[in-house]
C-alpha cells in the first residue's frame, strides 16, 4: 500500500491564499458541472467531464495558476485535480480500446461506470476538503537510491 503524507493546512492570516483559494472553488465548481451535466443529458460522467468545456477550462486555469500555490497546502488541490483529470482521460482511452473488440464491450461498460463514479468522489471529496480547508493527501515522495 502506498504511503501518504498529510500536508498540514495552516490558516492563512494575511489572506494570501484567499485569491487561489477563490480559483481553486472555481475550478472545483466546472469540474462538478461537468460531471453533473454528464449525469442529466445523454453524456456519461466521465465522457463530459474529460470532453466538457468547463472541465477544459478548469484545467487551463489549473496549469495557469499553479505556481502561485506551489509549497503551500493549497497545491495538493491544484495536484488532486489534475490527477483526476488526467487519469479520467486514461480510464477512457482504455475503455475506447475494450470497445473495440467484441468481447471487451461489457468490461469497457464497467470501466466507464466505475471511473464515472471515481470522478465524482474525487470531486466532491476535493471540494469538501477545500471548503474546510484541509489538503489533500498526497504519495510520500522516496529519496533517489
Known sequence: MTEVEVIPAHDDTDGQLDGPRAWCHVMYGLHALSAVSGILTSATVVGAFVFGWPSIIAVIINYVTRDRVRSTWLATHW????RTF???VVWLLV???LFVSFIGIPVAFLVIVS???WVLYRV????MALLDRRAMP???QLPAA
Open 86 to 88: 488526467w487519469f479520467a
Open 138 to 140: 498526497v504519495p510520500v
Open 124 to 127: 466532491i471529496r476535493g471540494w
Open 115 to 117: 471511473t464515472g463514479l
Open 95 to 97: 475503455t475506447g480500446l
Open 79 to 82: 495536484r488532486w485535480q489534475l
